[in-house]
Structure formats: structure tokens, C-alpha cells
């Protein structure tokens, strides 16, 4: 597998954006990648696992922050980045480091179940209810 040394791209958390934005453009499309299938802006989107993890060790890697991309991948939503890989967006990317990254990824990922989720938000928003009223009934008394 090929290294680099971390931040060696010319592409970096302060130039990515208008450099994506103008490459989606030239292109005349972007892609939304996402975790598990469903729609972005109306349009079916199908789950891209290695895809996302490429990406996001393509970002790591270069110190763009991850945060809001984490952010999507917990709502269930996808995100949207200027190509399927970062190797076909950045020569200095290479596809062998997409795969490795992708397949480790895929390894390690653990999907939230919608279901799941909704339940325990349930249960946080009933303890937290619940919680509420037994302050008040001691408030009172």
C-alpha cells in the first residue's frame, strides 16, 4: 500500500470545498453516498459502505474534519462528495488506498438500526418526561 505523509495533498480542510465545488460543476454531477439505501433531495440513494469509509479516511487524512459527515451517517442520511471515490477526484489519492480504506471500513462499521434508535430515543424522551414530573410532584410538596 502507498503512504503519504499526512496533510501532503494539495487539497486541504481549507481549499476542499471550492476545489469539490468547481470540479462537481465542471463535471455537471456529485454523488450521495450513504450508509444504508434511501433518498437524498427526493432521488433513491444506494448504500456505498466502502465508498463512505474512503472518504472519510480521504478527509482524516488531509485534516478535514469528519464531524458533519459522522453527523449524517448517525441521522441516516446521506452525504454528498464531487466522485464514488476520492482517487477519481484527487490524483494524489490512489486507488489502492480507496480500497484498503473502504474494506476497513466495511470491517469495522456497525449500522445503526432506524428501529433501534427510534426506540431508544423513546426511552430517553419518557425517562427525561418522567424525571420532570417527579421534580415537579418534589417542588410542590
Same mark, same amino acid.
Do not use: C
Given at each position: 500500500?502507498?503512504?503519504?505523509?499526512?496533510?501532503?495533498?494539495?487539497?486541504?480542510?481549507?481549499?476542499?470545498?471550492?476545489?469539490?465545488?468547481?470540479?462537481?460543476?465542471?463535471?455537471?454531477?456529485?454523488?450521495?453516498?450513504?450508509?444504508?439505501?434511501?433518498?437524498?433531495?427526493?432521488?433513491?440513494?444506494?448504500?456505498?459502505?466502502?465508498?463512505?469509509?474512503?472518504?472519510?479516511?480521504? =478527509? +482524516?487524512?488531509?485534516?478535514? $474534519? @469528519?464531524?458533519?459527515?459522522? &453527523?449524517? /451517517?448517525?441521522?441516516?442520511? !446521506?452525504?454528498?462528495?464531487?466522485?464514488?471515490?476520492?482517487?477519481?477526484?484527487?490524483?494524489?489519492?490512489?486507488?489502492?488506498?480507496?480500497?484498503?480504506?473502504?474494506?476497513? =471500513? +466495511?470491517?469495522?462499521?456497525? $449500522? @445503526?438500526?432506524?428501529?433501534? &434508535?427510534? /426506540?431508544?430515543?423513546?426511552? !430517553?424522551?419518557?425517562?427525561?418526561?418522567?424525571?420532570?414530573?417527579?421534580?415537579?410532584?418534589?417542588?410542590?410538596?
Amino acid at each position: 500500500m502507498e503512504t503519504r505523509s499526512k496533510g501532503s495533498s494539495r487539497i486541504n480542510a481549507t481549499n476542499y470545498g471550492e476545489i469539490a465545488k468547481a470540479f462537481a460543476a465542471a463535471k455537471g454531477t456529485a454523488v450521495a453516498l450513504a450508509l444504508a439505501d434511501g433518498f437524498h433531495a427526493g432521488v433513491p440513494v444506494k448504500e456505498r459502505i466502502p465508498q463512505w469509509g474512503a472518504w472519510r479516511a480521504y =478527509f +482524516r487524512e488531509r485534516d478535514i $474534519p @469528519v464531524t458533519f459527515m459522522d &453527523a449524517m /451517517a448517525t441521522a441516516g442520511k !446521506a452525504f454528498t462528495v464531487p466522485t464514488e471515490w476520492p482517487h477519481e477526484f484527487d490524483s494524489e489519492a490512489t486507488v489502492q488506498s480507496d480500497h484498503d480504506a473502504g474494506q476497513s =471500513f +466495511r470491517r469495522n462499521h456497525r $449500522p @445503526v438500526r432506524r428501529d433501534m &434508535a427510534d /426506540a431508544a430515543t423513546r426511552i !430517553a424522551t419518557v425517562a427525561a418526561a418522567k424525571s420532570r414530573m417527579f421534580d415537579q410532584k418534589g417542588a410542590a410538596a
